[in-house]
């Protein structure tokens, strides 16, 4: 397999050093007593805020912490001549631009209530595509103006940015994955077959997976039969992905149903419905073991969108060891992607999520040896009548996460899950189209 070239470019390791009673701060704020964010800023791509911390003026020698990532770009080759091509009034060539403000985040009128301290701009060149790592920028800078000339420097800001190749392999559903689609992979104008897809519904399903009925992972389902509880819940779905040889190499397996909450239509965030991933035991295809966990529910609101919880699960049991990995809603009205990102949600949550039995990093270094930075992201068609036509998810995994076709598998189906989710997750009181209604084979 081919992969896609990308480029990552990572902002990090930042620290701001603000002279006690600095101008460029306000007249007379002690930079302690005021909080510090930036605006991280590439063409073409939205603006990501963080917070920078901040360091005392006497530890001249301090340095942040060199791993920190606040902020990542990817860009493939198209995304970076369309950076390289835009240009504003200000500027004739394009920037990294990081502007660092002092104040209570927040925005008025679309612009950044805080009081500006200074940018720190890097040209962006045509290099960054050359497929090497550069390291761009690693120390400190002055943003902020002297406070008289000859005397003590304004702010100071420490930042590392870095340019990296980061390859991924690119797939596509030829379809939405109810109807049973090819994946194929796509490089250029070239799609070649990889896996085909196999959906169904109904409880059978789970005895072919080995899995108890009622109970998986620790959760159970809805144990009536009855006729009118069926019409209140979405159970029993599940996604089987094959090689070319049709032998199966992943699944995703609706674990637990999609029901309304008490007093609504709708799944909430405090009873999501849930999917396992699967793979199978190494020597055989009749044992299967859990992988990952993808929870999904729907925010509320007439405007409600999908909400999407992904863990991965340290050991065979997948029972109590999961680890935080990705938590996302996901716009029900307009396309979307699903992102496991581990830099990002890493860096918003340092501390993983994780049960009092995990062995914290150590398990979550054994899903995802490479765990700093890109893992996965699939598109997501919005709800509505278009959905059945123009749902053909694409779905992008870095190359390091991939050491043979299989590992890629595991992530289509997790792909194939979350689309699944957008329909499993509509109201009740709307209905859903045939191929995901058909009665039951096993009652």
């Avoid at 500027?91 to 104040?103: A, D, E, H, K, N």
């Avoid at 009855?226 to 040889?245: A, F, Q």
């Avoid at 199978?280 to 509320?300: K, M, T």
Wanted: net charge positive.
């Amino acid at each position: 397999m081919d992969p896609r070239r990308f480029v990552r470019v990572s902002v990090g390791s930042l620290g701001l050093r603000i002279p006690l009673a600095s101008k460029a701060a306000g007249a007379e704020v002690h930079a302690a007593s005021s909080p510090c964010l930036c605006e991280i800023r590439l063409p073409k791509f939205p603006v990501q805020t963080v917070p920078v911390p901040l360091i005392s003026n006497t530890a001249a020698a301090s340095v942040p912490d060199p791993y920190n990532v606040a902020a990542s770009f990817y860009l493939d080759e198209p995304a970076l001549q369309r950076v390289l091509s835009s240009s504003c009034c200000q500027f004739s060539r394009p920037y990294l631009q990081i502007v660092v403000f002092t104040g209570r985040h927040g925005r008025c009128c679309g612009f950044f209530s805080g009081k500006r301290l200074g940018t720190f701009r890097i040209p962006v060149t045509a290099e960054w595509g050359d497929g090497r790592i550069l390291p761009i920028h690693n120390g400190w800078t002055s943003i902020g103006k002297k406070k008289t000339s000859g005397t003590s420097p304004g702010a100071e800001l420490y930042v590392k940015v870095k340019v990296e190749p980061d390859p991924r392999f690119v797939f596509q559903f030829d379809g939405e994955p109810a109807l049973s689609p090819q994946i194929v992979q796509v490089q250029g104008n070239m799609r070649q077959p990889i896996f085909s897809c196999k959906f169904s519904r109904d409880r059978s399903s789970r005895c072919r997976l080995n899995q108890p009925d009622n109970s998986v992972n620790g959760w159970t389902g809805a144990s009536g039969g009855e006729k009118e509880r069926e019409i209140l819940e979405r159970k029993g779905w599940l996604v089987m992905m094959h090689d070319l040889s049709g032998s199966p190499v992943a699944a995703a397996s609706m674990v637990m149903p999609f029901v309304p909450s008490s007093g609504s239509d709708h799944v909430s965030r405090s009873n999501p419905g849930a999917w396992l991933i699967l793979r199978p035991e190494p020597g055989g295809v009749d044992s299967w073991q859990p992988w990952g966990r993808l929870e999904a529910w729907r925010e509320p609101g007439s405007n409600g969108g999908l909400g999407c919880r992904f863990q991965v699960v340290a050991d065979a049991t997948g029972i109590g060891n999961d680890i935080l990995i990705t938590e996302t809603i996901i716009n029900s009205h307009k396309c979307g992607e699903f992102i496991i990102d581990t830099a990002k949600f890493m860096s918003a949550s340092p501390s993983p999520v994780q049960s009092p039995h995990s062995s914290g990093d150590f398990v979550f270094n054994m899903c995802f040896p490479s765990m700093n930075g890109f893992v996965m992201a699939c598109t997501v068609q919005a709800e509505g009548k278009l959905r059945r036509k123009s749902c053909k998810p694409l779905v992008q995994i870095a190359v390091r996460h991939v050491s043979c076709v299989e590992d890629a598998a595991v992530f289509m189906a997790v792909a194939a899950a979350v689309n699944l989710s957008m329909d499993a997750c509509l109201p009740f009181s709307r209905s859903l189209r045939k191929e995901l209604c058909e009665p039951m084979e096993s009652l």
